[in-house]
């Protein structure tokens, strides 16, 4: 079955910690992308990937970083966690195309700094 | 000024009602073009995609893509409670890592 998946589903942690927020997906896709997202508020794009060994900053500007060792497992790591940080992380994956539309989001990564 | 502008709403209609979502973009190079719903604590669910101009119809949901005006609709037909969310336009290029770029989002509420 195809899915994504993000672990933890919820994280609070005091400030200063390191962390690291799991992206998986099953659908062998190559584009991958984090987005922040605030209570009613919108999407905002911080990391995107568009294949192995290729990670992008997105528009908002953000102290996390991204790896993309697999395809299907694209990771974000706060370094040192700050209450600004608290928000609600969501990952995403697609295969654009003409013909193809597939495009699916995890259920997202509730993170509240101390 | 954003590439994507949408009204957020909300937007308060009874059960039945046509609903109209809009977005507007300033990106020429858009070329794909996406509707997603989000239920509250929920990530965006996809519901239409459209590739360049044209409609796109998908039961009681119609997307309308104008390129010329750089105008994007999305038209709810017999609305019911449980159409009550976030609706999000979105759109990419073929440029850049297919990033895409998602509008505010319009709540609506469907009022049975």
């Known amino acids: 079955e195809a899915d994504i998946y993000q672990t933890p589903r919820y994280l609070v942690i005091g400030t200063g910690k390191k962390i690291t927020l799991e992206c998986s997906q099953t659908?062998?896709?190559?584009?991958m992308y984090w987005y922040q997202q605030d209570p009613g508020m919108e999407l905002h794009l911080i990391h995107y990937?568009?294949?192995?060994?290729?990670?992008e900053k997105g528009d908002l500007s953000s102290e996390s970083t991204v790896s993309r060792i697999r395809t299907e497992h694209f990771p974000l790591t706060l370094e040192s966690a700050r209450p600004s940080h608290t928000s609600q992380y969501l990952c995403?994956?697609?295969?654009f195309g003409r013909g193809d539309n597939e495009q699916f989001f995890g259920p997202g990564t509730r993170l509240t700094v101390l | 000024q954003k590439e994507v502008e949408q009204d957020p709403g909300p937007l308060s209609v009874p059960e039945g009602a046509i609903v109209s979502l809009n977005c507007t973009y300033s990106n020429s190079a858009f070329q794909y073009f996406m509707w997603y719903r989000q239920y509250s604590r929920k990530g965006p669910e996809l519901l239409m995609y459209t590739y360049s101009s044209g409609n796109k119809e998908d039961g009681r949901f119609t997307a309308q893509v104008d390129k010329s005006s750089k105008y994007i609709s999305l038209f709810i037909r017999d609305s019911q409670p449980s159409d009550s969310a976030t609706y999000l336009c979105a759109m990419s290029a073929d440029t850049g890592g297919f990033k895409t770029i998602f509008g505010a989002g319009t709540r609506l509420f469907v009022k049975a």
């Open positions: 995403a994956s697609l295969a």
């Open positions: 659908m062998g896709h190559d584009k």
């Open positions: 990937s568009y294949g192995v060994n290729s990670t």
